[in-house]
């Protein structure tokens, strides 16, 4: 605490108003600058990024993917607290097939299906600081693409149960590839852990009989998906040919960023759904415990759930002595209660009604099926939850709920009645979205209950309908949040990820281009920090050991107002942002930035 008074305020920056330009605004105090776009060189012998999107699929599984999302940055060498010299691991979520190639999705091809797939997962890649600026060392040995295809060590308790076996993985342990790689965390043992988050997505059954399994993960018909057309060339994709394929994605994953040549994992243990993160608290005995909300974009309703290990992590080791920690614990989900407290309900195969007769045979079919699972316990439905955020001293706890538009009329997948508003989702429609807290009791992570208040409503302070307005001191105009980060000062960051279709219409007028923001978490003030270009999303954030950069994803700028997930015009690929590039580029790319204070003080203070 005495550290963080000397490095002044907490929210010492001058705040940006709304904006709707084609570009990044910080505070006039700051600076940002470009550190790796979609294309660039990553990994040794990649070559330069072509701006008329004409790389082939060779080449780009050798350069950046296509949506950056969660990252985390480990400096270099391994052990120190470099903050001029680094890795960034990376997750690339997923691809507008229309801006990938030069002439977009007409013709569907095998190559194209290959580049998508290429262009999709995660990536590592070393920067540099020097002479005031980041940089993407080219041809580094630590540079790495994990893609759609690259083979995954399955894990935990569904590792080799017969509901994980496919024709080409009679084993049911190996499984290729990972995508829809959305939020992130980290280990105390120094590994990246990504989650698979929409992987429904991808799969398709157009065989009219659909399970109720595949039915609770949003698998059905093509007609019915986002328009990924993957199963046309590859056919583990079709779930009616292959239909254990499906269960083999929804995971949290993990590897070695230090390590180019280790082996993924999948980690079973942590329960299938739509993985938005997995947020580290560590426990005073060395256990770990994990945070992760499930954001199923058409569900809307899902719920929060928490992993508890087994075991104390051994300290001091790395992931050699570590490789084992998530593979055995215990998995729970959250109910919240109207009167401010709540609890975490296991989910223990045998406990709580999940028994044979209502279809859990075993743990791994728990975890195989962990939103029956909670939906049998009586977890809350919460309206999307995506990113969480540990304080680092009062281990509080902040989840973003993002938004739902189906609370009050819609119902929860395979649920006979519609959910309105309760105490900890207390707006029916919720357009604008929500911050909700909780404190472990004891202030120990592996309790089983807590005490839980609603941080924040966001919303436009000047909106005609209450429902819309938010509550934020003072009010600050901002919509659906989703990034979270706890700086080590105690600065909660806010990122925002509204959709091109609802920023096109008239509730987004006084709200502008999706931003971040800063809060003080015992004032409740809110400060905007940054506004980012038309169309974009802003996820992703780290920053360096020492707080003076700040590294910021800023996904697909110039998203299409169209159904998600909005694809471009690839006529006019610029049509909507021509960021970062400018009208030199073919295309809007996403990108890492760096935000320094030109006097190279701490970001935000
Ligand atoms: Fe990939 Fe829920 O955001
Ligand atoms: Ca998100
Ligand atoms: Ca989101
Ligand atoms: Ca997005």
């Given amino acids: 605490l005495e550290a963080a008074r000397e490095e002044g305020p907490l929210l010492g920056f001058t705040p940006v108003p709304i904006s709707k330009a084609d570009t990044v605004v910080v505070p006039p105090e700051y600076t940002w600058q470009v550190v790796n776009a979609w294309g660039d060189p990553i990994m040794p012998g990649a ?20 949506f950056h999302d969660g990252m985390h940055y480990f400096p270099l060498p391994k052990g120190s607290d470099s903050s001029t010299h680094g890795l960034i691991a990376i997750n690339y979520e997923y691809t507008d097939d229309n801006l990938l190639t030069p002439e977009g999705m007409v013709p569907w091809t095998a190559e194209k299906v290959q580049k998508s797939k290429n262009a999709h997962g995660m990536g590592v890649y070393e920067v540099r600081f020097e002479n005031g600026r980041w940089r993407t060392v080219r041809d580094s040995p630590y540079g790495r693409r994990i893609t759609a295809d690259t083979p995954f060590v399955i894990k935990g308790p569904a590792a080799g149960h017969p509901w994980m076996r496919t024709a080409a993985d009679p084993a049911g342990r190996t499984v290729l590839g990972t995508f829809q790689n959305c939020a992130n965390g980290v280990t105390p043992w120094g590994t990246f852990l990504s989650c698979e988050e929409n992987v429904n997505a991808y799969f398709i059954n157009d065989t009219g009989k659909i399970s109720l399994l595949e039915d609770r993960y949003g698998i059905g018909p093509s007609k019915d998906g986002w328009g990924f057309r993957w199963h046309e060339f590859d056919q583990r994709f079709d779930a009616g040919k292959h239909p254990n394929e499906p269960n083999r994605f929804g995971w949290v994953v993990e590897f070695d960023p230090y390590d ?16 938005e993160g997995a947020v580290l608290s560590l426990a005073p ?32 080791g790395g992931y050699a002595e570590n490789q084992d920690i998530l593979d055995e614990g215990t998995f729970y989900a959250a109910r919240f209660h109207a009167d401010g407290t709540g609890e975490w309900l296991a989910l223990t195969q045998g406990k709580n009604g999940l028994t044979l007769e209502r279809g859990f045979a075993s743990q791994a079919e728990v975890v195989i099926n962990a939103r029956t699972a909670a939906d049998v316990v009586g977890a809350t439905y919460m309206d999307r939850p995506e990113w969480i955020a540990v304080h680092p001293r009062s281990k509080e706890v902040y989840v973003s709920l993002s938004n739902n538009t189906a609370r009050g009329k819609g119902k929860p997948l395979q649920q006979k009645d519609p959910v309105g508003a309760d105490a900890a989702n207390p707006r029916a429609p919720n357009l604008m979205g929500h911050i909700v807290r909780w404190r472990e009791a004891n202030g120990d992570p592996t309790a089983t209950r807590f005490t839980w208040d609603v941080f924040l409503l966001a919303g436009d302070p000047a909106h005609p309908d209450p429902l819309k307005r938010g509550n934020v001191p003072g009010g600050v105009a901002f919509a659906q949040p989703d990034g979270l980060h706890i700086d080590r000062r105690g ?43 038309v169309g974009c999303e802003i996820t992703g954030i780290n920053f360096t050991p020492d707080h003076r950069t700040l590294f910021v994803n ?11 997930p909005g694809r471009n015009d690839p006529k006019n690929p610029k049509a909507i942002s021509a960021w970062p590039d400018g009208e030199k580029g073919g295309r809007p790319r996403s990108a890492t930035i760096a935000i320094r204070r030109q006097d190279g003080g701490i970001v935000g203070a």
Avoid: C
């Fill in 554 to 564: 800023i996904q697909h700028p110039g998203e299409a107002p169209l159904p998600h």
């Fill in 47 to 66: 070559p330069d990024f072509k701006p008329d999107a004409s790389n082939t699929a060779a080449e780009q599984a050798l350069q950046s993917g296509m």
């Fill in 285 to 316: 005995d060395g256990r770990v415990v994990y945070y992760m909300g499930d954001d199923d974009y058409r569900s809307k309703f899902e719920h929060i759930y928490k992993f508890v290990s087994k075991r104390p992590w051994v300290k001091g």
């Fill in 491 to 533: 600065v909660l960051w806010i990122q925002t990820d509204s959709s091109a279709q609802l920023m096109a219409g008239k509730d987004w007028e006084n709200i502008g281009n999706n931003q971040m923001l800063a809060a003080h978490p015992r004032t409740g003030e809110v400060r905007r920090f940054l506004t980012g270009p």
């Fill in 260 to 275: 180019p040549k280790s082996v993924p994992v999948k980690h079973t243990a942590m329960g299938r759904m739509a993985h």
